[in-house]
């Protein structure tokens, strides 16, 4: 999930925008509570895979679960303590776990076999694993709704890098240090390295139209063929694992800056028709 770091940029509206992703989060969530519900009343053992800021792992905590949650770099600040580590070398004993689950992770995980293996050493032989992953209509809705988002974007930075200026010219050139020395934090700067890059990004015509791949691919067009929902199936199948149940989840989602939380009906009329962004797996030890 999307936290504000120096490595990204300093847009003002950033903050609803985290908000909008962890609301997505939390509607696929709710839209997988039926297989994980039963087990939650039980106070079963889970571990998540990928657990960022630790923001579903405390939700599957308030239902019942015993969680543990786990992230190759985990962001702060945490809404849940998330445990530093790695999928394809789990530091767990054999059998560990009732249930394993994942929110859109799988498809930045390089060794996915390895990790697989791994899910299924610590994995209980009656346990169950919830993946939810994205699906080739979510690069295709990207592609679309990209132009709009970086013109958007492009906006917002002329906006407020203009207001900036301004507000500095305005000052005596020492308030910025002062402000620093007073307060302990530095005035968030629109004129950074990342907000640097991604003008450049933007004045590159053809990342105007075809997005940066969104997980571990070389390309959209790679992930557009490997996310379909029938590669995923065939992925769990040779890993191993039974596919017990699929859903597609319940909101198709664009572009973040893209009018959040706008269009909720045709967003949850395509989810509905299975045109969502992800879909949901429910998979067992054969």
Known sequence: MPTTTDSQPCIPQRERLVK??????????????????????????????????????????DMGFEVTSIDPAPQTPLNFPVEKGDCTSLQFGDNSFDVIFSSCVLEHISELDKAFSEMGRVLRKDGIMVHTVPTHYSMIYTMITQPIGYLIKIGLMFKYGFKFLAKVFSKPATTAKTEKQTTGEARPSVFSKANLKLAIGYANPIRFFIPWPHGIAQSCFEEIRDWKPAVWRRKFEQAGFKVVDTISLPLAYSMHVVFPYRFMKLRYWLGRKGKGMGCAYLLTKP
């Open 20 to 61: 909008w992703t962890n609301y997505m989060r939390q509607q696929e969530l709710d839209a997988v509570g039926q297989w994980l519900l039963p087990r939650a009343k039980r106070r079963q053992k889970l571990l998540e895979i990928g657990g960022g800021n630790g923001l579903l792992a405390k939700q599957l905590a």
